[in-house]
């Protein structure tokens, strides 16, 4: 699976900004996927999770309620919409897809397949 994350930007404290992540191949659609997003100097962290379906969605605490992960497997897309954004959200975001028909993957080493990385800059 080959994948490519778009719509990263500069926006101001309090913004909304949606992330597109497009796939190439057959199985995309069957693959969990992921948001996760590494700021300097820190590790990489899980930002949102879902399964192949759709069906199930997972946050950590600090973005529940601000982000919405989402997918369209006729168009082989991943989105994530992110809102009340805040300085400390400034990361590089990446979208990574999983083995096949696995329900939802929460750790960064259970994805085999990552995005180039799109650029998400909240200024204050």
């Known amino acids: 699976v080959q994948l490519q994350a778009y719509g990263g930007g500069l926006v101001q404290a309090g913004a909304s900004l949606r992330l597109s992540c497009v796939g190439s191949g057959e199985a995309f659609i069957s693959a969990a996927m992921g948001w996760f997003r590494q700021a300097p100097g820190k590790e990489r962290e899980l930002v949102a999770a879902i399964s192949w379906s759709g069906g199930g969605q997972e946050y950590p605490d600090e973005m529940k309620g601000r982000f919405t992960i989402s997918r369209n497997n006729a168009r082989n897309t991943m989105f994530l919409e992110m809102s009340s954004l805040k300085p400390e959200d400034t990361a590089i975001y990446y979208c990574?897809?999983?083995?096949?028909?696995?329900?939802?993957?929460?750790?960064?080493?259970?994805?085999?397949?990552w995005g180039q990385g799109t650029l998400v800059t909240v200024s204050s």
């Open positions: 990574a897809a999983g083995p096949p028909y696995t329900r939802i993957l929460l750790t960064a080493d259970q994805y085999q397949f």
